[in-house]
């Protein structure tokens, strides 16, 4: 079947040569097809290969349009494309756990149980760039039930690497998480690593924080409007924290936020984050990450790999191109460059 007639129905209003300049910083080979199959995505709106291929090249079959994306794929690094995105100028990372539901993957290796204990799938966490107001993924790693029993120790392997692989990226860059990564065996990984990082801290799972003579610190006591700072606190009485509390007015309950640096910067490197939040749910439910049909692991990772990349990109461009059409005018496709230190820094609009 030729996909003449989806090609007329264009979504985009550019076509895939916009993002070739950006896939010539990306891609060491393969640019035009890795620039097609992010204009695919972004296009489709889709995670899947078979949806790719009813737009991939206007003038061939979907058949032929897959057997090119699947020969191309192998020769695609798409994961060390996307942290080429990183900004080493971001003064925060926003890192947020999603969990991909997987209902009928009885039979996928990378597949368990979610946090309800019965639902399939797996999680994906995803490390973002903050940039006027969007969060653009730079990198990620998935783990789940199924996989941490795999990987051999209870600090899971899995989340260890990636956080050094990250480590290389991010430096000294607080890395800003919200309470779901409030356990001890993140922060001693972390730790581990030498990373800096702020973390709201679950204080329904009933947390306890001490001093440096074993005494608990409670939490108790912070009235509406007041703040609190506490230096040198050891969650679960075995990792050094910075904690900083605040009770703001229309709030039902104190915020508690702990981490590696001063307590006076906790709350607002935070706050930081909750600007972002609703912008950083919105990226997730664009890219549709609950159609992924992998069944290998590795072939997964590809695939989000490719999806962040394409979310990244298009919002390097799709804005100013969908100004200049609504105006009358050309595409205008910003200019790409390249940062010093080695990563490409995406214009965003």
């Not at 639902?119 to 993924?137: C, D, E, K, S």
């Not at 990987?151 to 260890?160: C, H, V």
Request: hydrophobic share 35%; net charge negative; charged share 30%.
């Amino acid at each position: 079947m030729k996909n003449t007639e989806i090609g007329q129905q264009r979504r985009l209003p550019f076509g895939p040569e916009a993002l070739e300049p950006f896939t010539r910083e990306l891609f060491d080979r393969e640019e035009e097809k890795a620039a097609r199959i992010l204009w695919s995505i972004l296009e489709t709106q889709s995670p899947r290969k078979s949806d790719w291929s009813q737009v991939f090249s206007a003038g061939a079959s979907d058949g032929t349009n897959y057997r090119a994306i699947d020969r191309a794929l192998p020769k695609l690094d798409p994961k060390v494309a996307l942290m080429r995105l990183f900004d080493p100028e971001v003064p925060f990372v926003l890192v947020d756990p999603t969990e991909i539901e997987r209902p009928q993957a009885k039979n996928t290796s990378y597949v368990g149980r979610l946090s309800d204990g019965k639902t399939l799938g797996f999680w994906t966490i995803v490390f973002a760039q903050p940039y006027r107001g969007r969060a653009v993924p730079f990198n990620f790693g998935t783990y789940s039930e199924a996989t941490i029993s795999q990987e051999a120790t209870s600090r899971n392997l899995g989340w260890r690497e990636l956080v050094w692989e990250v480590r290389e990226l991010v430096c000294d860059i607080p890395l800003v998480f919200d309470r779901e990564f409030s356990a001890q065996r993140w922060l001693e990984t972390m730790d581990e690593a030498n990373l800096n990082y702020v973390i709201r801290l679950n204080t329904k799972s009933g947390v306890k924080l001490k001093d440096a003579e074993g005494e608990e610190i409670p939490l108790l006591g912070l009235g509406k409007g007041e703040k609190r700072h506490i230096r040198g606190a050891y969650y679960r009485g075995e990792v050094e924290v910075n904690v900083a509390g605040v009770w703001r007015e229309g709030y039902r309950e104190p915020l508690w936020v702990m981490g590696t640096l001063a307590p006076e910067e906790l709350l607002e490197t935070y706050d930081e984050r909750m600007k972002l939040e609703q912008s950083f749910k919105d990226t997730k439910s664009l890219l549709n990450l609950d159609k992924v049909m992998n069944k290998e692991r590795n072939q997964l990772e590809m695939t989000l790999a490719l999806v962040l990349l394409a979310y990244g990109l298009g919002l390097s461009i799709g804005e100013e191109a969908r100004d200049e059409a609504y105006r009358g005018g050309g595409e205008k496709i910003p200019s790409e460059r390249s940062d010093e230190k080695g990563g490409l820094v995406v214009p965003l609009l």
